[in-house]
């Protein structure tokens, strides 16, 4: 199969970097703080702000502020953090106006995870604190069009959630879901599902980005 466009848009956790482990274990420990089902936050967390998972859980606490300390531990909670197969060599291999990452992360965590996974910062980045409405809202996949000053039909959206593959697709873009997070069963939403970004080749013809995989 290949898939041609002007720009990739790329989700962070589950997409670039594996966080799950990390991910798990810190809203396991809010979840008990809280004495709520840890299965059912967990499940909640994944691809939505974490200021939007408190209010939704949690509207008995003022939000605002427990995010401040959910956002430390995940910044502390570095083991386990690594890079996704295929990666680190996508991100090399694409001209840096042509991608940026657009995340339910805070800039501070996001840059923190780049960081513990061994891959490069990234300039062109859209994150929980840019937007107002975070996934499922398309709002913060049309912001990272912006950033790179191309339309959203013209984009190509790289994520591992439900709530991720909803967010791109309402921003009219073609999305691509991997099978990171969650089985495949709940991505069929998607344009297309992928194994991992390793299955990808890019290539730059000079008009767009033609990106190729097997069906």
Same mark, same amino acid.
């Given at each position: 199969?290949?898939?041609?466009?002007?720009?990739?848009?790329?989700?962070?956790?589950?997409?670039?970097?594996?966080?799950? +482990?990390?991910?798990?274990?810190?809203?396991?420990?809010?979840?008990?703080?809280?004495?709520?089902?840890?299965?059912?936050?967990?499940? $909640?967390?994944?691809?939505?702000?974490?200021?939007? $998972?408190?209010?939704?859980?949690?509207?008995?606490?003022?939000?605002?502020?427990?995010?401040?300390?959910?956002?430390?531990?995940?910044?502390?909670?570095?083991?386990?953090?690594?890079?996704? +197969?295929?990666?680190?060599?996508?991100?090399?291999?694409?001209? &840096?106006?042509?991608?940026?990452?657009?995340?339910?992360?805070?800039?501070?965590?996001?840059?923190?995870?780049?960081?513990?996974?061994?891959?490069?910062?990234?300039?062109?980045?859209?994150?929980?604190?840019?937007?107002?409405?975070?996934? &499922?809202? +398309?709002?913060?996949?049309?912001?990272?069009?912006?950033?790179?000053?191309?339309? &959203?039909?013209?984009?190509?959206?790289?994520?591992?959630?439900? $709530?991720?593959?909803?967010?791109?697709?309402?921003?009219?873009?073609?999305?691509?879901?991997?099978?990171?997070?969650? &089985?495949?069963?709940?991505?069929?939403?998607?344009?297309?599902?992928?194994?991992?970004?390793?299955?990808?080749?890019?290539?730059?013809?000079?008009?767009?980005?033609?990106?190729?995989? +097997?069906?």
């Amino acid at each position: 199969m290949i898939l041609s466009c002007q720009a990739i848009l790329f989700d962070l956790d589950g997409v670039l970097v594996d966080s799950t +482990p990390a991910v798990a274990r810190v809203w396991t420990r809010w979840a008990h703080e809280q004495g709520l089902d840890p299965e059912l936050v967990v499940a $909640t967390a994944h691809g939505r702000r974490s200021l939007e $998972t408190i209010r939704k859980l949690a509207p008995h606490l003022i939000a605002e502020q427990e995010n401040i300390r959910v956002e430390a531990m995940e910044i502390a909670e570095k083991d386990g953090i690594t890079a996704l +197969p295929g990666s680190a060599e996508i991100l090399r291999a694409l001209p &840096p106006a042509k991608f940026a990452i657009v995340t339910s992360a805070t800039r501070a965590l996001a840059m923190a995870r780049l960081s513990y996974a061994g891959l490069p910062a990234v300039s062109r980045i859209v994150c929980a604190d840019d937007v107002i409405n975070g996934k &499922p809202s +398309p709002e913060p996949y049309l912001k990272g069009a912006a950033i790179l000053g191309v339309l &959203p039909a013209h984009c190509l959206v790289f994520e591992d959630t439900p $709530t991720g593959i909803q967010a791109g697709l309402a921003a009219g873009m073609k999305v691509v879901s991997l099978f990171t997070t969650y &089985p495949a069963s709940e991505l069929r939403a998607a344009t297309a599902i992928a194994r991992s970004l390793a299955d990808f080749t890019v290539a730059n013809d000079g008009e767009g980005l033609r990106l190729s995989f +097997p069906d």
